[in-house]
């Protein structure tokens, strides 16, 4: 078993990773909404061209969600959100392997279809990954280094 | 309100986040409609137009255009396109020399008809964006593409 102390640095760790991976896929779609909104149609997933509406609010949940993990404010709200993220995006991209759809993923950079931003496994893998992560936080078990809310 | 509850924290991000994208989006000079609008259909297809156009086109009107010599582009990957395409159609993975073909060929007045596999890709229609943004004035986007075409047996090309 692993000490209190071990799992507090765990969570700085899981904060860290989760915060910085979120803001950093924030940056290209906060600044290209138009592009991305065209991403997320191509999943063909949402209905009546909800994908505009999803463009906007995702991007900047995603920053500020981000820059909460690393701040430790709403910690508990935080992990919660991130866990939902990840869950809708290995179903977004799973169905869209399964229905061998050919989109590019969308999850850092939209500008450019570069090489390897096409839906893979790894993209699947990497978002399990983070899951895992976020429940983790869940977990925390003791409340060290958090701005908001102190308990 | 408790701040403690997990779920009051979520509730309070999620609102806050909506809050502040709506409000960043109204004020960027690039921001996007609430709702994505889809493409207006074509009343009727014309080789000659006054201006710019971007339409989606149903099979008949696609089959107009076709009769008329008009080039088709295919959308799809190339190995979609090896299995079974409309006759005639290009299939130019490369952007610039698609677009220079297109230019050097027939110029960025006449009609050009893209489509993907079927209703439900979007390639042909970002494909579509990609060209007007270049200039080109008339365009179609033949929404039923490759499924609808094959199943109402129009002429197809190995």
Known sequence: MINLSQRSLLALFSRIVLGVVLIYASIDKIIHPDAFAKLIGNYNVLPFGLENVVAIILPTLELIVGCCLILGIMLDGSAIITAGMMIVFIFALSQAMIRGIDVSCGCFNVSEAEEGSQIGFRRIIEDIIFLGLSIMLLNRGERKWELYPKT | MNVRLPFVQVFILIVFSSLFSFLLNGLRSNGIPLLAKELAVADKVEIKVSEPQLLAITIEQALELYNK???????????????????????????????????SLQGKDSPVVLYCSGDECGSSEDLAYELQGEGFTNLYVFKGGWTKWSENGHPIGP
């Open chain 2, 69 to 103: 010599g008009t080039v088709f582009i295919d959308a799809r990957e190339p190995e979609y396109f090896e299995d079974g395409h409309i006759k005639g159609a290009w299939n130019i993975p490369f952007f610039f020399e698609l677009m220079f073909k297109l230019d």
